[in-house]
């Protein structure tokens, strides 16, 4: 399966973005799909994830309250709600796909998005 994110830009802190996550080649819905993100000399983190169904999900505890993350099957998409951005939100983001269940790490991940840079202004 390819991946393919798209949605960053450039946000003044307290807005919002929609991340978006298009798959090709095969069905999305066979996969966890979950959205990472690194910032400049950080190690990759995980963000949010939901489940082939879309009944789960879950989420880092330093966007939770902030985030939403769903999926629509039909369009082969995932898509992440960015709230209440902060500075620090600053990053690349990366969707990825695994066939684990659920899993908050990155070596879980086989198929990884090319990333799409969201910067946040103070």
């Known amino acids: 399966v390819q991946l393919q994110a798209s949605g960053g830009g450039l946000v003044q802190a307290g807005g919002s973005l929609r991340l978006s996550c298009t798959a090709s080649?095969?069905?999305?819905?066979?996969?966890?799909v979950g959205w990472f993100r690194q910032a400049p000399g950080k190690e990759r983190e995980f963000v949010a994830g939901v489940n082939e169904r879309g009944d789960s999900i879950n989420f880092a505890d330093s966007v939770k309250g902030r985030i939403t993350i769903s999926r629509d099957n039909a369009k082969n998409t995932v898509h992440l709600q960015l709230n209440s951005l902060k500075p620090e939100d600053t990053a690349v983001y990366y969707c990825a796909a695994t066939v684990y269940s659920v899993s908050g790490y990155h070596g879980h991940y086989r198929y990884w998005g090319q990333g799409t840079l969201v910067t946040v202004s103070s």
């Open positions: 080649g095969r069905k999305l819905s066979d996969y966890y």
